[in-house]
């Protein structure tokens, strides 16, 4: 199918556990030069609705202007990609604001993945919307391949992870990354897969614990109401020797008897080691409770990364989902524990639409998916 | 050194993060037939005081007397084993208590092993103890050959552990598990070792994250105030599509793309995925959050184990440490686990003094340790 963009609106959608991810696609010729069809009318209506603004408070949706990609193809067509989120309880104000703005449903191509995309498939039908739905594993390949392509300086790491004012981001060319590679995704949960090309992959691992966890229990045990308050009480908090107890705090005597396994003395030895003494429960405070469930997740995900790495002998490993958006803290994380773990031989790598691939791939492979 | 009951009262003492274990041993003629010396007066008074409750209300301690084992060898002598608990935080207390009690310190032989055991050092040698250090893996696989060797039905394992009325414990003979095995100690944190002879053994992995941090989190988020609250909280609650969102909950599309994976559908798909949404959160049951925290502690030692089993090719597991004690729901959900995850090839173990390795381990290397 080749696109027209007098005749349709092109979505490319990723309904997770907690995040929608939408990637709209504005052709750059938009309406000029031709008449105007109902359909192209409502491309226009649904444009000029998205592109007007950046907060889209009726449904707490944000578009994240700074990743907007201009003058890229998308088969015949030349355009740009505009990012939006929003939480996926309120999807159904977004089909009903779509209604109530006026907005028509005909003309607009709608390709979506992820565990909701089903569950939702119904309210789009009903929109009469052209909606498809195409797997998680395979958008998130497309959508990655076509965003080192087409996306500048879309590929970094951190230099420097554990040394706060040393620290750097380095940006690498779209070729630096070499396959094979491990793709892990880390939104509410996390999943690993092994790339061995543009278009083969393989799912190796996984795990139920990611973000949803993190954000979950921060909610449950700080006055955070989002991921934001989280990550904002997080930043300014401190887990080692509060929150959890580190190897350092047990004395010289055994810190010696360790040195051989080479701890330094704020390893974390054990996690929410200091939280079984009511007192200091009650004393914790909010931000370092938030920095310890952080630091858990960021464990977690690191040693199932360290597994995958011996499993398969791959050594580059790229980082994606909405987890690490705005959270540098979780990538230096990381990035410092697979860089210690495997002496540094392990190479950790992010994007700056770390949160989209699925959604751009869902795009990307929309005249490939069966309606 | 030999020992000589009259001369002596011998304690092995694990100090971790929060519990300490204490194995008191009992020899069978002590005091008979001999003069009454100070140290074997000494050595009465500790064993009329420790023998004559199963609780210690001063310290919060307990003396698990279904553990006890009669007519067991320590050097030249025959006696019993005595398995005693309690909170680390105590310790200040139980020290003062030997005192306020007028049990004399003089002949008494303590060998400690923990992270504790070097922070307490100085506490132990004002009271002029004979007090000495062992460190915790070696302690560990000595008092797990002991306890093989001398313990009638020490070692089990869960038949049908996924299915609650067919699930049975079934105890197997000394010489069922074979070397080389993976011993697995989940205490408040977790510690994997590869253990190849009754002497041999290397510590190959290991975690942050064990039951401090189901305690923890159990304490703050529930009304718990300790492990048996926590535990009882767990064992009445279901995480599943109540804070854990599982595959089945996302639709029945959904599930049939996933099960290739041979997925069911109460595969847990995002731990506390259900936890992101406010009204949710607040209708959370604390029960439910409890088998939660339980379930997210089972997972990260069972990814952890599989790790190792993949690192190292062997196939029989040996779980241990107090965090397994009182705890059928946890050895029953790793079981299963290992069960899946390797298609049935994973043995897992378990022993009935499962929190006290370490602690016998220190009493059986009293003699080979330097004061």
Redesign the interface.
């Known amino acids: 199918m080749s696109v027209n963009a007098d005749e349709t609106t092109l979505l490319g959608v990723d309904l997770g556990?907690?995040l929608a991810k939408v990637v709209y696609f504005e052709p750059e010729k938009l309406g000029e030069n031709c008449h105007l069809s109902a359909s192209n009318s409502s491309s226009k209506a649904i444009r000029d609705y998205i592109t007007s603004k950046t907060t889209y408070d009726e449904v707490d949706g944000v578009r994240e202007e700074s990743l907007t990609i201009p003058g890229v193809p998308l088969n015949d067509l030349t355009g740009s990609l505009h990012f939006i989120r929003f939480p996926v309880?309120e999807l159904d104000t977004v089909i009903g604001l779509m209604k109530t703005k006026g907005l028509p449903a005909k003309g607009i191509t709608i390709t979506a993945t992820g565990?909701?995309s089903?569950?939702n498939?119904k309210d789009f039908e009903e929109m009469e919307v052209d909606y498809r739905?195409a797997?998680e594993f395979t958008t998130q390949a497309s959508g990655l391949v076509y965003l080192l392509q087409h996306s500048p300086k879309e590929c970094y790491y951190f230099e420097n992870p554990s040394n706060e004012e040393l620290c750097r981001k380095v940006h690498v060319e779209k070729d630096h990354l070499t396959y094979p590679y491990l793709l892990v995704t880390v939104g509410?949960?996390t999943s690993i897969c092994l790339v061995t090309s543009p278009k083969d992959f393989t799912?190796i691992g996984g795990?139920?614990?990611?973000g949803?966890?993190f954000?979950?229990?921060c909610?449950?045990?700080t006055p955070a109401?989002n991921f934001d308050e989280a990550m904002a009480l997080a930043k300014r908090g401190n887990h080692k020797g509060t929150?959890?107890?580190v190897i350092g705090e047990?004395?010289s005597?055994?810190l010696q008897?360790r040195s051989g396994?080479k701890l330094p003395p704020d390893f974390?030895?054990?996690?929410?080691?200091?939280?079984?003494?009511?007192e200091q429960?009650k004393a914790?405070k909010p931000e370092d409770?938030a920095r310890s469930l952080l630091a858990?997740i960021t464990?977690?995900v690191g040693?199932?990364v360290?597994?995958s790495v011996?499993?398969t002998g791959v050594k580059q490993v790229l980082f994606v989902g909405s987890f690490f958006g705005n959270n540098d803290l979780a990538k230096k994380q990381i990035t410092a524990m697979q860089h210690f773990v495997s002496q540094g031989a392990v190479n950790s790598f992010f994007i700056e639409h770390e949160g989209y691939c699925s959604a751009v791939g869902a795009l990307v492979e929309h005249d490939k998916v069966k309606a």
Chains 1, 2 share one sequence.
């Open positions: 556990n907690s309880i565990m909701g089903y569950v498939r739905t797997d509410s949960a799912v795990s139920s614990i990611g949803a966890m954000l979950g229990l909610c449950l045990v109401k929150v959890d107890k047990v004395g005597e055994y008897l396994y974390v030895l054990v996690s929410f080691g200091h939280m079984l003494d009511p429960r914790a409770l858990t464990t977690v040693a199932a360290g597994d011996r499993a």
